[in-house]
């Protein structure tokens, strides 16, 4: 079983609209939680980092749920700029070492 | 401050063949991961160097080996190349006992294996 499960997508939404990603981790002692972004060809980048209440950047919106091994990621007001892999990562550390990544789930923007 | 640098950006081998791909970590970093990402796939552990010392390792042959240097920077070995281990291969550099938070990556080295 993978560490860290994402529906591959593809999600192809218009300009403006809001959009919610699902992420499913096997690992109960999992600590740290993030999303990260990738653009085509590029390296991944940090989204956000995803804490227990929740929390929020702007249009994005990061969720836990430690009791279902869920985490979600809703994107509000779609921009084209938005088009990306968006990877859910999970750590069994606080620090920065051994991060599990999902397969990502690509998103495009329709204008 | 500069970011984190690798090097080649490309780059074919044949299997049984070896490679060896470089890493400067981003100022002020001491820790260097390396990842393997394969099309369509997200990017998998490969181990983290700190203090010139493997510092974790995931599931990886020992065929995949590293080293880092005392300026920080890194070296990721492959040997006895095998056509799966074509893949981008990221490096990211952070400071110990730091937040992945911290964590940058550099641009990647494409490997094909022919």
């Known amino acids: 079983r993978k560490e860290v499960e994402q529906d591959p997508g593809p999600f192809n939404v218009p300009e403006g609209a809001t959009v919610a990603f699902n992420c499913t981790y096997s690992?109960?002692?999992?600590?740290?939680f993030f999303w990260y972004r990738q653009d085509c060809r590029k390296e991944p980048k940090l989204l956000m980092s995803?804490?227990?209440s929740g929390n929020e950047d702007g249009r994005f919106t990061a969720q836990l749920n430690r009791a279902s091994q869920y985490i979600s990621l809703l994107i509000r007001d779609s921009k084209l700029s938005d088009s990306a892999t968006y990877l859910c990562v999970v750590s069994l550390s606080t620090g920065a070492n051994n991060l599990f990544f999902g397969t990502g789930t690509r998103l495009t923007v329709i204008p | 401050e500069t970011g984190v640098t690798q090097s080649p950006t490309h780059l074919i081998k044949t299997r049984g063949q070896q490679v060896t791909l470089r890493c400067s970590s981003q100022s002020g970093h001491n820790t260097v991961s390396w990842y393997q990402q394969a099309l369509g796939q997200g990017p998998q552990f490969i181990f983290q160097y700190y203090r010139e010392e493997e510092n974790g390792r995931g599931n990886f042959p020992p065929r995949f080996s590293g080293l880092q240097f005392p300026n920080y920077s890194s070296e990721l070995n492959v040997n006895a190349l095998e056509l799966d281990d074509s893949a981008l291969y990221l490096c990211?550099?952070?400071?110990?006992?730091?937040?992945?938070?911290?964590?940058?990556f550099g641009a990647g080295s494409r490997l094909t294996v022919l």
């Open positions: 995803v804490y227990s």
């Open positions: 990211a550099s952070s400071l110990i006992h730091s937040g992945a938070n911290v964590l940058t």
């Open positions: 690992n109960s002692a999992s600590q740290s």
